[in-house]
């Protein structure tokens, strides 16, 4: 395992393009495996020689530790993907990974803030200093657009058509998609980069960012995470909201005023619809009027 794992994450950058956090993830998941077998088996772990109940009892480990059912699901389809890996390369005969089922996922509602919450919120930064008007079309992108913040930090000048209303951004598998701007947005980000001044000497890809941190350079998901932070302590919002809050905040009400969750799962670049249904369960007042509207005795006056 010791070789096989780098050539697996090889095998992930350059044929399956897949981006540098989602091959950190496996790198992480691989070696915690690792080290478990190093402890746990006789031998130096070998692709050919782990079985199934080898790994049932590192996952059954997981769970001892404390681990999140969603995490052990994560660490199980790195294994998965592994073993397939070592399996098409004639490391090993089988996929012990594969009799392995996943844990039952509790499926928690996502938070999100109200129309009236998302108001509060863009307002906070101040419309004078050249933070706070970045600070503003920072929110305004991340709402209006949907994005995670990954995208957000990951956006360039050229990505930008604020002609049309428009931003390119790269999801997760490195997915190109473009996202519709608003008005607000828009008019927020034509502010911001009139103010935007880049550091001197950075790389072409730096200094071609279109958030910048207060040293010129591009900034970071967690400074994003930071900037937010603050907005919601001045504001008095609920503490557990996130960047990725904005984006929960952006399905929710384009399905509450009537967006079919096809056109939501294209604008939120979800490879699978299945991730877009939880926001059906969330969105209880479209659902509401809906039924007062179709319902013949649903209304007291029917």
């Known amino acids: 395992m010791e070789k096989s794992i780098p050539r697996f994450l090889r095998y992930l950058s350059v044929e399956r393009n897949c981006s540098d956090l989602t091959i950190k993830s496996y790198r992480e998941d691989l070696e915690l495996l690792y080290g478990f077998l190093c402890d746990t088996l006789p031998s130096s772990p070998r692709p050919s020689k782990i079985t199934p109940l080898d790994l049932r009892k590192y996952v059954s480990a997981l769970h001892e530790s404390g681990y999140a059912k969603s995490s052990v699901s994560r660490r199980l389809a790195s294994m998965r993907s592994y073993f397939k890996f070592c399996q098409r390369e004639g490391l090993c005969a089988t996929n012990p990974a594969k009799p392995l089922r996943n844990p039952r996922r509790e499926r928690k509602l996502p938070h999100f803030l109200t129309g009236s919450e998302i108001g509060q919120l863009l307002s906070a930064p101040s419309k004078n200093e050249p933070l706070g008007i970045r600070d503003r079309a920072i929110l305004e992108t991340l709402y209006s657009a949907g994005l995670r913040v990954s995208e957000l930090v ?35 980000l034509r502010l911001w980069l009139k103010k935007r001044t880049p550091a001197r000497g950075l790389s072409k890809e730096d200094s071609a960012a279109v958030f910048l941190n207060k040293f010129g350079k591009r900034l970071t998901t967690r400074s994003v995470a930071r900037m937010l932070e603050k907005y919601l302590k001045v504001t008095g919002l609920d503490l557990r909201t996130s960047p990725h809050t904005l984006r929960h905040s952006f ?13 939501v799962q294209e604008l939120l670049g979800h490879k699978s619809l299945v991730t877009t249904q939880i926001y059906t369960h969330v969105s209880t007042a479209g659902l509401r009027q809906a039924y007062e509207r179709a319902h013949p005795r649903a209304r007291k006056d029917a």
């Open 154 to 188: 990951g956006v360039n000048l050229d990505d930008l058509d604020l002609t049309d209303g428009l931003v390119r951004v790269r999801g997760k598998g490195k997915r190109e998609r473009l996202a519709p701007l608003g008005s607000f947005a828009v008019r927020a």
């Open 251 to 263: 399905a929710t009400h384009l399905l509450d005023r009537g967006a079919d969750i096809r056109s």
